[in-house]
């Protein structure tokens, strides 16, 4: 079992940056697979970043290519998402998520989940 909790959430004016930390609580956590996914109001909850167990790969939506940052530390059980060039489409509560399966995108191949953090992103 691993408990999540999510910080670093706040405002910022498009173009800004933040960035997003998720700690976890356990021995276990270099075990799992931590991806971060993002819910706005109205909408179902969507898929952003993951990073396998030892943190060499990464995939990302195609939304936030080339701006967004997911890494991880495992000494420190924390899980990272540098947010950069943000905009308003990227306003939603951003959550952390762990996973046994490698390579999944799907929300629910995620069994374990912080209570999220909001990101608001004025233009």
């Known amino acids: 079992q691993v408990q999540l909790v999510e910080s670093g959430g706040g405002s910022v004016q498009a173009g800004g940056s933040l960035r997003l930390s998720c700690a976890a609580s356990?021995?276990?956590?270099?075990?799992?697979?931590m991806g971060w996914f993002r819910q706005a109001p109205g909408k179902e909850r969507e898929f952003v970043a993951r990073?396998?167990?030892?943190?060499?790969?990464?995939y990302y939506a195609d939304s936030v290519k080339g701006r967004f940052t997911i890494s991880r530390d495992n000494a420190k059980n924390t899980v990272y998402l540098q947010m950069n060039n943000l905009n308003s489409e990227d306003t939603a509560v951003y959550y952390c998520?762990?996973?046994?399966?490698?390579?999944?995108?799907?929300?629910?191949?995620?069994?374990?989940w912080g209570q999220g953090t909001q990101v608001t992103v004025s233009s």
């Open positions: 998520a762990a996973a046994t399966l490698s390579y999944t995108e799907s929300v629910g191949s995620y069994h374990h």
């Open positions: 990073i396998n167990r030892s943190g060499s790969t990464t």
């Open positions: 356990g021995r276990t956590f270099s075990s799992y697979v």
